[in-house]
């Protein structure tokens, strides 16, 4: 049984920093794994993907301030963000594929495996 359980979310001030951690269970560690989020009303997002040979993308609006990881000894994939914004508020989700296809692995269609979320709010 696939298992993808996030951590890590919680509410802070803009300017501050937060680790977000996905543990992954029942499926291979070669997955293509990726962080998502929505926020309000709009459409889930991609936020940042790592790839099985370790290449990372990155949405424009992160990139230089959001770095993903991933332990594969653990099965666990971290999203560190830094100087969060008010914008960056919303419900991060991470997600895992067997295969992404190249250059859409910021796309939801990709991902056939998803956890619950977890709300991260940044106040102005």
């Not at 609006?61 to 100087?83: A, E, P, Y």
């Not at 295969?99 to 709010?121: A, D, F, I």
Request: proline share 2%; charged share 20%.
């Amino acid at each position: 049984q696939v298992k993808l359980v996030e951590f890590g979310g919680g509410s802070v001030n803009a300017g501050d920093n937060l680790t977000l951690s996905c543990v992954y269970s029942g499926y291979s560690n070669d997955y293509e794994m990726a962080w998502f989020r929505q926020i309000a009303e709009k459409e889930r997002e991609g936020v940042a993907a790592i790839a099985r040979n370790g290449d990372t993308t990155y949405a424009d609006s992160v990139k230089g301030r959001f770095t993903v990881s991933q332990d594969r000894t653990k099965n666990t994939l971290f999203l560190q963000m830094s100087r969060l914004k008010p914008e960056d508020t919303g419900v991060y989700y991470c997600a895992g594929s067997g295969v992404v296809t190249p250059g859409r692995s910021l796309l939801t269609y990709e991902y056939n495996y998803w956890g619950q979320g977890t709300q991260v709010t940044v106040s102005s």
